[in-house]
């Protein structure tokens, strides 16, 4: 036979419209299907989801708010992790938070919180394992698969590399600090080179309270951990999330009063140092529910969106690229002190080859120069400017990974626009971050918590035309870096903005710097990946700017390479009437052929979540808290709902007047092709 002869990859599809429907809309010649939605049931002698409130069993169930995700593919009979199987697979989902009011019949409970509410709502979150198979050219998801299997903030998970045993995250329920309760907030996900689940911990100081006068038990406000625990959001006397330390006295509740009991020491009588292991990059084997858990301390705490592996060259280093999603917060990298060995990609034991590249290497925070160029800074006690710093005295290293903020203060990184997902091209190597956006962004920062423009976070809209009432980088947008010699090691790296997020009509020389149209524009770009197979990007939005006019959605982009755009001057007028001339780099505006919308999402919904089949014949996306701003108030009247989405197309019970559900979809083209993508010239 003849070679099939080879044609590059370009976009596969026809633009989709934005739209506020209640609806998901895919382009013509595609299918997108529910597959795996809230409360539906992992094992078969758990009940139905009635979705009315009345469902309890969530240890047994999907969980809510479907974020990061990835496909671990299986051999046809089930049994065993097969790189090529792309008809049997293992999806492992995070539930980063809840739409608590549609997790109760009548709505939630104010403080004190019902056990059985606290308990569910503790439930819903953590991580799924859940089988799916494709069967008569169809996925769906297997109830009673021996691979299904829920994570949630009650499992017990270890605590490995430098930061296990210190005095920082001794606890009372592990008073040798080698181990912790649960994962929780889990946002962004990947794999590993080795064929495991790797999930960031991101929003998780929320969930922890205070006492009003915390402060001064222990040691006043110039204390190590009221410094620490101020720098990480949790001022004395905040409020948790949920108040499920009002649910009763059992450690399970009590543990989210973080107040320190009096003079305790730490670690044997009181949960004051719960928080600290919590905030942490966390893998888990799907393959294999024997192993235990880790939660990765080499790779830093805080607010971890996702940890992205680049590219595995052998004999080399890895590099785990990871963003701080909250404002003017950092990026990271993590490079193993283990060089990467081919024969790992399929090892005998994966969790211990974690153990192998996770929990010995260097952590580096990133500083962007105008010029284009960046470094990376080691954040280790053994640098003067780290030992020195008078904002917080590190006891250790462990205690510069626990607080990584610090000392990323410490030795002056750039502050960001919400570093959310990152991709890694995978044939350049480039690495993508979203900037989400940023409200605290100034052309005239006030006070310590707004940041002043600069290169590689150019955009504030405080004097814009077309949006003059609306400070900051409302938009976002997407940042790309190339490694010094393309090596994940490098101390250096150059940068340029791959893509800016903005209204298509709006002011072209300062906000719609990308020239995008009404097939391509987008605000508020959050979830980010690569298809292996086609080298598409695909990118997600969470947005709340431009959502009077679409939901949020999915594009498709063809991206080009570094430098591949132009230096380009933003000029803002100040109050004082003289202009600020703000360089930046901005990468080849995207056209018709390179950029398009591909997906629309239901009401009130993000889009976040996104993996594929070996083949790249399906993807699986997670549509996250569709319809979730409701009142307590309007529970009892369907009419009031925001959305009834995926119940309105048939999906459970409840019809038109269903309670909303985050969910899983997976998506396929009609004639069985590539996904997103026209082309066979793989990579
Ligand atoms: Fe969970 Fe930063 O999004
Ligand atoms: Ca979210
Ligand atoms: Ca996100
Ligand atoms: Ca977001």
New binding site residues.
Partial sequence: LPETPKTPISLGFQAVAKSTADLLTVPAGYTATVLYALGDPLTSATPEFRNDGTDANFADRAGD?H?GMEFFPLNDAGTARDLAGSSRGILAMNH??TTDQFLHAAGVTVNPRPAAEADKEVDVHGLSFVEVRKTGGKFGYVKDSAHNRRVTPLTPILLNGPVRSNALVKTKYSPAGTSTRGTINNCGASPTPWGTYFSGEENWNGYFTRGAADDAARGGATARSVVSLVRYGKAQGAASRHGWETAGADDKYARWNISAAGAAAEGTDDYRNEMNTYGYMVEVDPYDKSQAIRKRTALGRFAHELGVFGRQVAGKPLAVYMGDDSRGEYIYKFVSSATWSEADANPANRITTGDKYLDTGKLYVAKFNADGSGDWVELDIGNPTIASYTGYRFADQADVLVNARLAADAVGATKMDRPEWCAVHPSTGEIYFTLTNNSNRRVEPVGSSQHGVDAANPRSYTDAPSAPSTPGNINGHILRLRETGNEGAATGFNWDIYLFGAESGMDAARINLSSLTADNDFSSPDGLWFSKKTGLLFIQT?DGAYTDVTNCMMLVGKAGTLGDGSAQTINYTKADGSTLAVQTRVGAKPTAATLRRFLVGPKDC?I?GITETPDGRAIFVNI??PGETIAKANIADPSKYLSHWPGNTGYGSGGNTARPRSATIVITRNDGGLVAADGNEVL
Avoid: K, L, R
Wanted: aromatic residues 0%.
């Fill in positions: 708010h974020d980063e938070a969470d993000e976040t996250q808290h």
